[in-house]
């Protein structure tokens, strides 16, 4: 038989004692994981030091290639244009005294003349738009001026100045615009015969470009004048400029007669060809200058 102790009853702590405040459990301590020991402290300040060292080593590294990068990089190069990268043309298409100008289409005098007639002559505002929305061609001869200011504290140098996007039709006949002269024409010396191939710009009988460059810088601005010349058909084209550009690269730009560049040959708008045309047998319709108004020419 097992035998049952007596259980002490509870001890009454009579009136007027406070219960004992109830212990709180320990605070948890950081224990190390089993197995591993912890890591004294001063192995955790050598380790902070280190990292503190390593950052200072990289950034004064990192300070130091920044200065060497800068020292060793070459300064920006000069502004540039583009296209043409070191210079910039300007263009005049000069007439000649008396300048006479072929249209395609026949300009009918009862039916079709009134803007033209209503121009105060070829020195009218409107003269020169009425000649490109027509696309008129100079007759027998024009003259091109081109002048090149350098854009650069170095010389930019002309190679070459050619003919290029060449295009050729019959000489129009439409219809006849004979200017009026009022005084001589001036001398160029030198020249573009459209009729005779490679049309190079020739000067005292030699390729102008055989045995000279053009260096134009800006200090440095070069006047290019070239009497054009046609007699067989009519000519449109643009002009071909190879250079030495900024980077000492050849390159060549392409000049339209509105004095724009381009790159690209592909676009040169058409309406700003340079344009000369032969004279015709016969035209359509025939006005003349006189008096600062064009009239119908006597037939």
């Given at each position: 038989?097992?035998?049952?102790?007596?259980?002490?009853?509870?001890?009454?702590?009579?009136?007027?004692?406070?219960?004992?405040?109830?212990?709180?459990?320990?605070?948890?301590?950081?224990?190390?994981?089993?197995?591993?020991?912890?890591?004294?402290?001063?192995?955790?300040?050598?380790?902070?030091?280190?990292?503190?060292?390593?950052?200072?080593?990289?950034?004064?590294?990192?300070?130091?290639?920044?200065?060497?990068?800068?020292?060793?990089?070459?300064?920006?190069?000069?502004?540039?244009?583009?296209?043409?990268?070191?210079?910039?043309?300007?263009?005049?298409?000069?007439?000649?005294?008396?300048?006479?100008?072929?249209?395609?289409?026949?300009?009918?005098?009862?039916?079709?003349?009134?803007?033209?007639?209503?121009?105060?002559?070829?020195?009218?505002?409107?003269?020169?738009?009425?000649?490109?929305?027509?696309?008129?061609?100079?007759?027998?001869?024009?003259?091109?001026?081109?002048?090149?200011?350098?854009?650069?504290?170095?010389?930019?140098?002309?190679?070459?100045?050619?003919?290029?996007?060449?295009?050729?039709?019959?000489?129009?006949?439409?219809?006849?615009?004979?200017?009026?002269?009022?005084?001589?024409?001036?001398?160029?010396?030198v020249t573009l015969d459209m009729d005779t191939p490679p049309r190079s710009l020739m000067s005292a009988?030699?390729?102008?470009?055989?045995?000279?460059?053009?260096?134009?810088?800006?200090?440095?601005?070069?006047?290019?004048?070239?009497?054009?010349?046609?007699?067989?058909?009519?000519?449109?084209?643009?002009?071909?400029?190879?250079?030495?550009?900024?980077?000492?690269?050849?390159?060549?730009?392409?000049?339209?007669?509105?004095?724009?560049?381009?790159?690209?040959?592909?676009?040169?708008?058409?309406?700003?060809?340079?344009?000369?045309?032969?004279?015709?047998?016969?035209?359509?319709?025939?006005?003349?200058?006189?008096?600062?108004?064009?009239?119908?020419?006597?037939?």
């Amino acid at each position: 038989m097992t035998s049952k102790k007596n259980k002490k009853p509870p001890q009454s702590r009579g009136p007027g004692r406070a219960a004992p405040p109830a212990s709180e459990p320990p605070a948890p301590t950081s224990a190390p994981p089993a197995g591993e020991e912890k890591q004294p402290w001063y192995k955790a300040m050598t380790a902070k030091i280190g990292g503190a060292l390593l950052a200072i080593i990289v950034i004064a590294v990192g300070a130091w290639a920044s200065k060497q990068a800068e020292r060793h990089v070459p300064p920006a190069p000069d502004p540039k244009p583009t296209p043409g990268s070191g210079f910039e043309p300007a263009v005049t298409v000069i007439p000649r005294c008396g300048q006479i100008y072929a249209i395609d289409r026949v300009v009918d005098p009862d039916t079709d003349a009134a803007q033209l007639l209503g121009l105060a002559g070829s020195g009218a505002a409107g003269f020169n738009d009425f000649l490109r929305t027509e696309r008129a061609a100079p007759v027998g001869s024009i003259t091109v001026e081109v002048v090149f200011t350098g854009l650069l504290e170095r010389p930019t140098r002309i190679l070459d100045v050619r003919v290029d996007g060449l295009a050729t039709t019959p000489s129009t006949a439409g219809t006849e615009l004979q200017t009026y002269c009022g005084g001589d024409p001036p001398t160029r010396s030198v020249t573009l015969d459209m009729d005779t191939p490679p049309r190079s710009l020739m000067s005292a009988g030699k390729a102008y470009f055989t045995d000279r460059d053009l260096d134009v810088s800006v200090t440095e601005r070069e006047t290019l004048r070239i009497s054009v010349s046609a007699a067989r058909q009519n000519y449109r084209w643009y002009f071909a400029i190879d250079h030495i550009d900024a980077t000492g690269a050849r390159a060549t730009s392409y000049l339209d007669a509105a004095g724009h560049l381009h790159t690209d040959p592909a676009r040169v708008p058409v309406a700003d060809f340079f344009a000369v045309t032969g004279a015709a047998k016969s035209y359509g319709a025939r006005y003349t200058e006189t008096g600062g108004r064009f009239r119908v020419h006597d037939r």
